[in-house]
T-cell receptor, first 112, second 113 residues
Framework: QQQVKQSPQSLIVQKGGISIINCAYE??????FPWYQQFPGKGPALLIAIRPDVSEKKEGRFTISFNKSAKQFSLHIMDSQPGDSATYFCAASITAGNMLTFGGGTRLMVKP | DADVTQTPRNRITKTGKRIMLECSQT?????MYWYRQDPGLGLQLIYYSFDVKDINKGEISDGYSVSRQAQAKFSLSLESAIPNQTALYFC????????????FGPGTRLTVL
């Protein structure tokens, strides 16, 4: 069973639009929530991460929104660009264990 | 990331064969991981090692074994490959001193016929 559920599986957005990817988790012990970005032929790379003591974290065009009570977090990509086309994975971890549990991934395509 | 290398990058093998995938890192990290990636299932942890003498099973360890030959090397073996082990395999590393970011290798695409 997946402890971290990610949606949608695929997403097509026009250049300049907002891409939104959602994740929901079950384990309330999770206290670290990263997003990884993977380009074709490459391994995933950390994009941005949040801890549950804040509701939002922004880095450039990328924002994580976190809702602890709903056990949900999401990635927003503002002004989406064709170069953002990649697969995005949300993940969750318990700090003490340092083991990442990944969502199923979202393949994002940004059309020019 | 060139600091984490995996060999081979692609491998086609037959059912029942023994296969070894190798991972090396120059990052000086103490922790290493093996993941399997299947479409729609994300990355699933196979095995992980927090130091040379520490080996732990992950979510899907059945049919796999690992060896941590040195701090920089972590290999994954499929003792008797089966078709449903066809997948993309990633090695990753992290540093227990500096945080939780995991650094992934470029992956090995394994096909079992």
């Amino acid at each position: 069973q997946q402890q971290v559920k990610q949606s949608p599986q695929s997403l097509i957005v026009q250049k300049g639009g907002i891409s939104i990817i959602n994740c929901a988790y079950e384990n309330t012990a999770f206290d670290y929530f990263p997003w990884y970005q993977q380009f074709p032929g490459k391994g995933p790379a950390l994009l941005i991460a949040i801890r549950p003591d804040v509701s939002e974290k922004k880095e450039g065009r990328f924002t994580i929104s976190f809702n602890k009570s709903a056990k949900q977090f999401s990635l927003h990509i503002m002004d989406s660009q064709p170069g953002d086309s990649a697969t995005y994975f949300c993940a969750a971890s318990i700090t003490a264990g340092n083991m990442l549990t990944f969502g199923g991934g979202t393949r994002l395509m940004v059309k020019p | 990331d060139a600091d984490v290398t995996q060999t081979p990058r692609n491998r086609i093998t037959k059912t029942g064969k023994r296969i070894m995938l190798e991972c090396s890192q120059t990052k000086g990290h103490d922790r290493m991981y093996w993941y399997r990636q299947d479409p729609g299932l994300g990355l699933q942890l196979i095995y992980y090692s927090f130091d040379v003498k520490d080996i732990n099973k992950g979510e899907i360890s059945d049919g796999y074994s690992v060896s941590r030959q040195a701090q920089a090397k972590f290999s994954l073996s499929l003792e008797s490959a089966i078709p449903n082990q066809t997948a993309l395999y990633f090695c990753a590393t992290s540093d227990s001193r500096t945080g939780f970011e995991q650094f992934f290798g470029p992956g090995t695409r394994l096909t079992v016929l």
